[in-house]
């Protein structure tokens, strides 16, 4: 059996029905959902609008120069400067944070540009925080004065109105920094789903 | 002086067990907020946390 909507001044469109149709009843949605917006299924035939896209932001440190950060201690990365920010879910003026307005997983990448100075082998660390606490990190163990990229990335469910995240570093170095500019010390995410 | 180097004044031996710190045994925080460096947390099993008073006796640098 196929529905045929007739245009009104000429072609038309059909809704068929595979050849052993089974007996199935999707309900539409009461309304015309948003841009975007694909229909769902919960399993029972109910169709609901729903998003296939959610939050993405880019953020890293302004500047062309270093920032210190005291040995030994983990210090959050000053990202104070967005390449985009789809939801305004990223602050960039107070606590350099990504608090998504949007439930879901997201993939959460941070890069830190690093320097550190040592007579003896030293431990250098980025990691992405949590809700305040570590969730996973990137350590590199190297001897003497050094430099280069610290890169974490992962995989964080976040409810959409509390969690946060946030990139810090730590090294126990003498006199460690960061480099500052938008390739070098970066912190980016994007929605994945429900 | 930092915290890190208060911390290290306070337990000398402290400076040749940097993983401790690396791997948050004792976790030296900053939140880049202004308010400086701080202890997230403490759990050296021997060494007891560091009271106000013996870093209040060190110069602090934030």
Known sequence: MTLRLNGSTSGYTEIDAP???????????????????????????????????????????????????????????ILDTEDFDTASCFDSTTNYRFTPNKAGYYLIIGSVFTNWTGSQYTNSTVGIYKNGS??????????GTDYGSLNVK??????????????????NATGPTYDQGSTNTFFSGSWLGV | MTLYEQITAIYPELADQQQL?????????????????????WNHPTLPEPTPEQLAALEVTP
């Open chain 2, 21 to 41: 710190f690396m791997d948050g045994t004792i976790a030296l925080q900053n939140d880049s907020d202004g308010k400086g460096d701080y202890i997230r947390s």
């Open chain 1, 19 to 77: 050849a052993v149709a089974g007996s199935n009843t999707l309900v539409l949605p009461t309304g015309n959902g948003s841009s975007g917006q694909v229909l769902s299924t919960n399993g029972s035939g109910a169709l609901s609008w729903v998003d296939i896209t959610g939050p993405r932001f880019r953020a890293y440190k302004s500047g062309s120069s270093t920032t210190s950060v005291t040995t030994s201690t983990f210090t959050k990365i």
């Open chain 1, 154 to 171: 992962d995989i964080l469910y976040m409810n959409g109105t509390t969690d946060y995240a946030e990139l810090y570093y730590i090294s």
């Open chain 1, 134 to 143: 570590i969730y996973a990190r990137n350590q590199h163990y190297v001897s």
